[in-house]
């Protein structure tokens, strides 16, 4: 289900048809995720209404029904609901998403069109790019589906005051993770350091320099893959 509560790069956008790397933790179909959405509370951020709409080729008050998947999505985030799959990554530590960066994203985005799961807006900020999923054809309401974060300038990254280098080692490990799901990575994990845990399915994770794993901080068990990471139940100190 989503819910109309809290939510949501650069105003650039590529044509339709534009291709992508996948990541994999977050552009699984997204069709699973698009339920009917509540129009109860408004995005406490996103009644921007006196903001210019040109990005949108149908006016925002056009039923979604009517709009097809070709059509790119509105760029009004007050009329967005978030779907419960985003809004339980915005509680999981190391996302570093939030509603604030999803409005923007929304508003100011580089606009793509990507085959697994359509139309993305990425907001590049202190080196970090935030992706943002929208779905408006297929729910009475347009709906955030998910986001992400993704190292755009690892430089600026750390010399951004926003970041420091456990944030910046957080998320380059977990798209590490995403872009290669089944496939272990351990020459990819092994220069990180990520000492405040991260979650990851069930497991709260996190590494040393030249370990070639990620370790949960709570069950103490220890990954190469994330399909090895959500294969996983999470039992505690009892399953060291």
């Known amino acids: 289900m989503a819910s109309r509560q809290g939510g949501p790069g650069d105003a650039e956008s590529s044509r339709p048809g534009s291709i992508e790397r996948r990541t994999a933790s977050t552009t699984a ?9 509540s129009r109860s509370d408004p995005l ?11 990005d949108s080729a149908v006016p925002p008050d056009r039923p979604s029904v009517a709009r097809t998947p070709e059509d790119p999505p509105i760029r009004d985030p007050g009329l967005y609901a978030l779907t419960d799959h985003f809004r339980e990554r915005l509680e999981q530590p190391g996302r570093y998403v939030s509603i604030r960066t999803v409005s923007d994203a929304i508003r100011r985005g580089q606009l793509r069109w990507n085959r697994t799961d359509g139309w993305r807006f990425a907001l590049i900020e202190g080196g970090i790019r935030f992706v943002v999923v929208v779905s408006d054809t297929e729910t009475n309401s347009p709906v955030v589906v998910t ?27 977990r798209t590490a993770l995403s872009e290669s ?7 990819r994990i092994r220069p990180r350091t990520v000492t405040r845990p991260f979650v990851v399915g069930e497991h709260r994770l996190e590494t040393d320099p030249g370990e070639p794993y990620v370790r949960c901080s709570d069950c103490g068990c220890r990954f190469r893959s994330k399909e090895g ?9 009892s399953g060291r």
């Not at 179909?29 to 959405?37: C, F, M, N, Q, V």
């Not at 990471?229 to 100190?237: D, N, Q």
């Open 29 to 37: 179909s997204a069709g699973p995720r698009r339920l009917a959405a």
């Open 44 to 54: 406490p951020l996103g009644a921007d209404r006196d903001a210019a709409r040109t």
């Open 147 to 173: 986001g992400w974060t993704e190292v755009a300038d690892r430089d600026a990254a750390l010399d951004a005051r926003r970041w420091d280098p456990v944030d910046v080692e957080t998320i380059a490990v």
């Open 181 to 187: 799901a089944s496939t272990p990575i351990p020459d």
């Open 229 to 237: 990471i959500t294969s996983r139940g999470c039992h505690g100190r």
